[in-house]
């Protein structure tokens, strides 16, 4: 089978490597040109380590391009995390296509920050589409789904890179050897489920303590390790700490909450590993942090370089 490849970083490097070891031919790999300062893109260094033909666009869009790819004379060109747009006369011009990855079951959660959404909203249950791209961002037919469960403490990188990310590598597999082969099937997308949400960015991610405990739990395993659900200790003006590992800690009765040494929205507890602040319905208890002036340490290192105090708001 003749392979384009579309994508970027460690899970278009994956894919790359996937259909090279079984031995398909990788006529183009398509990256999007090097940022500035940033470090060299996993999928375009192991291409070249690789010595297969690299190519970056400003735009898929372009004559070049366009002309590069019809060059390749690919059977199927696959795109594994491309956050550039890839217009029609892009993607219909391998002879079956093109196929991409998308870590939801579509077309539910579509965009950017879908595993991110989904943990934060209390889902049971998530899962990766492989569907043929259209014009419209995730919204094309789907070829084939894969589910997996988000248990209770899963955080956005458990369930990315132990779920859905071998599993998305080789759904690619699966989903380009049937369409070459012509035995796939494709499903329009129900749009009365559809869904579509942006950037689970640092705005989004900030914790309100005032919340419920179930909430402020979800929030902070939907943006570990990124972008790193954070809080203001000392409140409004305060520091800056974002909080990754954690355990939450429910309140069962209105007597427990009476014995508690702190309100909610204030430091309670300091231990040897951790510290804790109380939400409504419970308690946090913070495992790992990072501060602005900090590394990631863990709960009672913070609560030292923190100076922190029983009773201080957050």
């Known amino acids: 089978m003749n392979v384009v490849v579309i994508g970027r970083q460690d899970f278009g490097k994956a894919v790359l490597e996937a259909f090279h070891t079984r031995g398909d031919t990788i006529s183009g790999v398509f990256c999007a040109p090097d940022k500035e300062g940033a470090k060299p893109d996993a999928l375009d260094a192991r ?25 390749c004379n690919a059977d199927i060109g696959v795109m594994a995390y491309v956050l550039q747009f890839a217009p029609q006369e892009f993607v219909t011009i391998p002879r079956h296509g093109m196929i991409q990855y998308h870590p939801s079951l579509l077309p539910k959660y579509r965009g950017p920050s879908a595993i991110g959404w989904a943990i934060s909203n209390d889902e049971l249950e998530t899962g990766l589409t492989i569907f043929r791209p259209t014009d419209g961002l995730d919204e094309g037919p789907v070829i084939l789904q894969k589910r997996c469960e988000i248990s ?32 796939h099937t494709e499903s329009v997308q129900d749009e009365s489920q559809a869904g579509y949400e942006g950037w689970y960015e640092a705005r989004a991610a900030k914790i309100n303590p005032f919340a419920h405990i179930d909430h402020v739990y979800n929030q902070i395993r939907a943006c570990n390790p990124a972008p790193g659900a954070w809080l203001e200790v000392g409140g409004a003006g305060g520091k800056k700490v974002q909080i990754f590992d954690c355990k939450k800690h429910t309140h ?60 201080q708001a957050v």
């Open 47 to 71: 291409a070249q380590e690789l010595g297969l033909p690299v190519f970056k666009f400003a735009s898929l869009k372009s004559d070049e391009a366009l002309a590069t790819l019809r060059a």
């Open 152 to 183: 209770p403490d899963a955080t956005l990188g458990s369930v990315y890179f132990d779920y859905l990310f071998p599993l998305g590598v080789a759904a690619m597999l699966e989903a380009a050897d049937s369409v070459v082969a012509g035995t």
């Open 252 to 311: 069962r009765t209105f007597g427990e909450v009476r014995s508690r040494a702190a309100k909610v929205g204030q430091i309670s507890q300091i231990t040897e590993t951790s510290f804790f602040f109380v939400c409504n319905g419970g308690e946090i208890e913070v495992l790992r942090a990072k501060a602005d002036d900090s590394k990631k340490i863990n709960g009672a290192e913070m609560a030292a370089h923190l100076k922190l105090t029983i009773g």
